[in-house]
Nanobody, 124 residues
Framework: QLQLVESGGGLVQPGGSLRLSCAASGFTLDDYVIAWFRQAPVKKREFVAAVSRSGDSTYYADSVKGRFTISRDNAKNTVYLQMNSLNPEDTAVYYC?????????????????WGQGTQVTVSS
């Protein structure tokens, strides 16, 4: 069974940090560009960050640039999202996704697999 499973979400105070993990089972993660998306209540799902198949290239949404870091460990079949300097606007369900072809850039591919999501809440 092909699966992506996110973990690491939780409640954190403003200014705090969390590290999310996205583990793959049933397929080899390094066959895909992996991206993180997030969806806050009553908002559309939005792109957060992506990492190339080799891990040597990353791309971020402007809203998280300089605060979030995406990385991958292909040996562990896992992708990470390190989130620092969190603020209440970062509160959302975070999803990882394996991207297929379809975009002009590696980070604009069409999602082919999704995880179930992990809740991140930033509040004092």
């Amino acid at each position: 069974q092909l699966q992506l499973v996110e973990s690491g979400g939780g409640l954190v105070q403003p200014g705090g940090s969390l590290r999310l993990s996205c583990a793959a089972s049933g397929f080899t993660l390094d066959d895909y560009v992996i991206a993180w998306f997030r969806q806050a209540p009553v908002k559309k799902r939005e792109f957060v960050a992506a990492v190339s198949r080799s891990g040597d290239s990353t791309y971020y949404a402007d809203s998280v640039k300089g605060r979030f870091t995406i990385s991958r460990d292909n040996a562990k079949n896992t992708v990470y999202l390190q989130m620092n300097s969190l603020n209440p606007e970062d509160t959302a369900v975070y999803y990882c996704s394996a991207l297929g072809a379809g975009g002009t850039e590696y980070y604009t591919g069409i999602p082919v697999y999704w995880g179930q999501g992990t809740q991140v809440t930033v509040s004092s």
